[in-house]
């Protein structure tokens, strides 16, 4: 079953920050977030394991929240190179694949 | 290093056709997975591969057959297109089930 994004889409300006939602109705075993750019392939950002860490790239970082499952990413002090869309990709079952949320458009405006 | 490369980049099939996308990786990964990412949608998965000789279906799988003979290589047939195979595929490589996804370019394919 799909995971479930919100928002689906959102507008900053440039030094704005954002947080992206994962949600999911079955457990997680791992979360992991991808950003594609327009007509490119998707590029991958990271990885959170079931324990509820918390992990960073740039100003860019996540958090698993197992009870919720629920995974957050967060956008700090946006720049205009964020701009893509953001993916979750879920592993809903101990070795299952990845199966990925619709996306979260994200535009940063100058 | 390439990474993970597909070819080719665009294609035009007339409804019935078959063909074949290709896909190769130079990162000795053992995972390999194809997807479908059609305009304001997510990555659907196709079929995936654990390892040379080993593939399974994913969550949209009819239509399109897949092996992998080499490590390397992880082809994607459609058998006979129809429209709603007008897409982009993507093709992916990871050392792990848990491991970073690295993808393809990606093939854009329209079926008329």
């Known amino acids: 079953q799909q995971p479930v994004q919100s928002p689906q889409a959102v507008i900053l300006r440039e030094g704005e920050d954002a947080v992206i939602n994962c949600s999911s109705s079955k457990a997680l075993y791992s979360v992991h977030w991808y950003r594609q750019k327009h007509g490119e392939a998707p590029v991958f950002l990271m990885i959170l394991l079931k324990g509820g860490e918390q992990k960073g790239h740039e100003k860019i970082s996540a958090s698993f929240n197992e009870k919720k499952q629920q995974s957050s990413l967060y956008l700090t002090a946006s720049q205009l190179s964020y701009s893509g869309t953001y993916f979750c990709?879920?592993?809903?079952?101990?070795?299952?694949?990845?199966?990925f949320g619709g996306g979260t458009r994200l535009m940063v405006k100058p | 290093n390439a990474g993970v490369t597909q070819t080719p980049k665009f294609q035009v099939l007339k409804t019935g056709q078959s063909m074949t996308l290709q896909c190769a990786q130079d990162m000795n990964h053992e995972y390999m997975s194809w997807y479908r990412q059609d305009p304001g949608m997510g990555l659907r998965l196709i079929h995936y591969s654990v390892g040379a000789g080993i593939t399974d279906q994913g969550e949209v799988p009819n239509g399109y057959n897949v092996s992998r003979s080499t490590t390397e290589d992880f082809p994607l047939r459609l058998l006979s297109a129809a429209p709603s195979q007008t897409s982009v595929y993507f093709c992916?490589?990871?050392?792990?089930?848990?491991?970073?996804?690295?993808f393809g370019p990606g093939t854009r394919l329209t079926v008329t």
């Open positions: 992916a490589s990871s050392s792990g089930l848990r491991g970073p996804q690295y």
């Open positions: 990709g879920t592993e809903l079952g101990a070795g299952n694949m990845l199966t």
